[in-house]
């Protein structure tokens, strides 16, 4: 029996990894500089980092120990010649590179090399990413007019890819990384004061129609592909959604549907409805993140996040591709070896900010 490991893994913020430094640059001489002291690049800001070569060794320790042939990576650099030279310089050049789009926080597909020609991008038919992942309409909430449409574009388009492995069938992979919450609403008084002051509460909101607007419209194309038949009816769709399985406060109060159970589509279509690769008693306490929530007085949260969903001809078993049994995993292992002292002490004590994901499929 053959089998394909494949893991998700954002990697935080891979820009500073690079200097940080503006786009020309980086065309004219990629490189990753000994020392990192910091930068500022629109409203974000990146930490020092004493010994970037140091760090690159301690991600890439992890990523071989988990040893993926496909791996889905999310925050990737901007220009595909920086993650070349990080996987050259610091993975051996076992994998080869494909980008999705070019921004900030690039989603990256890294195949290993013996794979290479049996996996590759690929775009649905009659189709290009600038239809796909753009002009997404929504209103804002409490609006109705319709001046006050607003059309939504993906900053980061999926990435998929199609493997050509089991006879007669092909697998396809695709990487998310969706918006984040991220809004104005940032502290448990702005919450309380909604109603004096509700501009903060308002952007949280239009953050998260952003982010359900973005996953429905990557639901309509899973379910595309899986309706084309048999030939590909196996995807698998992996990354940072920036969700995770449980209600936060800005959903209990509105009611607004969590984006998992959005994507995985509905129980009326089980022919295109997916499930969480993750057996229910490892999903029950899996997590990939902390985070601090200022909405729940401060209290640090543990969250899973970074998911790998399966289509029904996985799942179900009717299909080429199997996934192992209990495969589907938090890589902790992996992440601590390239912890040192406190994680939360500053960038360069850890690997990243998320865990990677890994599972194994079978045919």
Same mark, same amino acid.
């Given at each position: 029996?053959?089998?394909? #490991?494949?893991?998700?893994?954002?990697?935080?913020?891979?820009?500073?990894?690079?200097?940080?430094?503006?786009?020309?640059?980086?065309?004219?001489?990629?490189?990753? @500089?000994?020392?990192?002291? &910091?930068?500022?690049?629109?409203?974000?800001?990146? #930490?020092?980092?004493?010994?970037?070569?140091?760090?690159?060794?301690?991600?890439?320790?992890?990523?071989?120990?988990?040893?993926?042939?496909? =791996?889905?990576?999310?925050?990737?650099?901007?220009?595909?010649?920086?993650?070349?030279?990080?996987?050259?310089?610091?993975?051996?050049?076992?994998?080869?590179? +494909?980008?999705?789009?070019?921004?900030?926080?690039?989603?990256?597909?890294?195949?290993?090399?013996?794979?290479q020609?049996?996996i %590759? @991008?690929?775009?649905?038919?009659?189709?290009?990413?600038?239809?796909?992942?753009?002009?997404?309409?929504?209103?804002?909430? &409490? %609006?109705?007019?319709?001046?006050?449409?607003?059309? +939504?574009?993906?900053a *980061?388009?999926?990435?998929?890819?199609?493997c050509?492995?089991?006879?007669?069938?092909?697998?396809?992979?695709?990487?998310?990384? %969706? #918006?984040?919450k991220?809004?104005k609403?940032?502290?448990?008084?702005?919450?309380?004061?909604?109603?004096?002051?509700?501009? $903060?509460?308002?952007?949280?909101?239009?953050?998260r129609?952003? =982010?359900?607007?973005?996953? +429905?419209?990557? *639901?309509?194309?899973?379910?595309?592909?899986?309706?084309?038949? $048999?030939?590909?009816?196996?995807?698998?769709?992996?990354?940072?959604?920036?969700?995770?399985?449980?209600?936060?406060?800005?959903?209990?109060?509105?009611?607004?549907?969590?984006? =998992?159970?959005?994507?995985?589509?509905?129980?009326?279509?089980?022919?295109?409805?997916? #499930?969480?690769?993750?057996? @229910?008693?490892?999903?029950?306490?899996?997590?990939?993140?902390?985070?601090?929530?200022?909405?729940?007085?401060g209290?640090l949260?543990?969250? =899973?996040?970074? +998911?790998?969903?399966?289509?029904?001809a996985?799942?179900?078993?009717?299909?080429?591709?199997?996934?192992?049994?209990?495969?589907?995993?938090?890589?902790?292992?992996?992440?601590?070896?390239?912890?040192?002292?406190? $994680?939360?002490?500053?960038?360069?004590?850890?690997p990243?900010?998320?865990? @990677?994901?890994?599972?194994?499929?079978?045919?």
């Open positions: 029996m053959s089998q394909l #490991k494949v893991c998700t893994y954002n990697i935080e913020w891979m820009l500073s990894l690079f200097g940080a430094q503006r786009d020309v640059d980086w065309l004219a001489d990629p490189k990753i @500089p000994d020392t990192f002291p &910091g930068a500022k690049r629109g409203d974000i800001r990146f #930490k020092p980092i004493a010994d970037v070569h140091g760090l690159c060794t301690r991600i890439a320790k992890g990523i071989e120990s988990v040893d993926p042939d496909v =791996l889905f990576v999310q925050e990737g650099p901007p220009i595909p010649q920086q993650m070349s030279l990080f996987v050259k310089m610091f993975l051996n050049d076992e994998y080869a590179v +494909h980008r999705s789009n070019r921004a900030d926080q690039s989603v990256y597909a890294l195949v290993r090399r013996s794979l020609d049996d %590759t @991008p690929w775009v649905p038919d009659n189709s290009t990413p600038q239809v796909l992942w753009r002009g997404i309409p929504y209103y804002p909430w &409490g %609006t109705i007019a319709e001046s006050a449409r607003k059309s +939504h574009n993906l *980061r388009h999926p990435l998929f890819v199609r050509k492995l089991a006879s007669g069938q092909d697998l396809i992979l695709g990487g998310v990384h %969706t #918006k984040s991220f809004s609403l940032k502290t448990k008084k702005q919450w309380d004061d909604r109603e004096a002051k509700p501009a $903060p509460v308002l952007d949280a909101l239009s953050s129609q952003k =982010l359900s607007a973005e996953v +429905h419209c990557l *639901r309509d194309v899973l379910t595309r592909i899986v309706a084309v038949g $048999p030939s590909q009816a196996s995807v698998v769709v992996v990354g940072d959604f920036n969700d995770g399985p449980f209600f936060d406060l800005m959903e209990r109060e509105f009611l607004i549907r969590n984006i =998992l159970d959005e994507l995985v589509g509905t129980f009326l279509d089980p022919n295109t409805y997916f #499930k969480h690769a993750m057996e @229910p008693e490892i999903l029950a306490s899996a997590a990939t993140t902390r985070f601090s929530d200022p909405l729940e007085g209290a949260v543990e969250e =899973l996040i970074d +998911h790998i969903l399966v289509s029904p996985i799942w179900s078993g009717i299909g080429a591709y199997g996934l192992k049994a209990k495969s589907c995993q938090v890589e902790e292992a992996a992440w601590q070896l390239g912890v040192v002292g406190n $994680p939360e002490g500053s960038r360069e004590n850890r990243s900010d998320h865990k @990677p994901v890994s599972m194994v499929l079978e045919w």
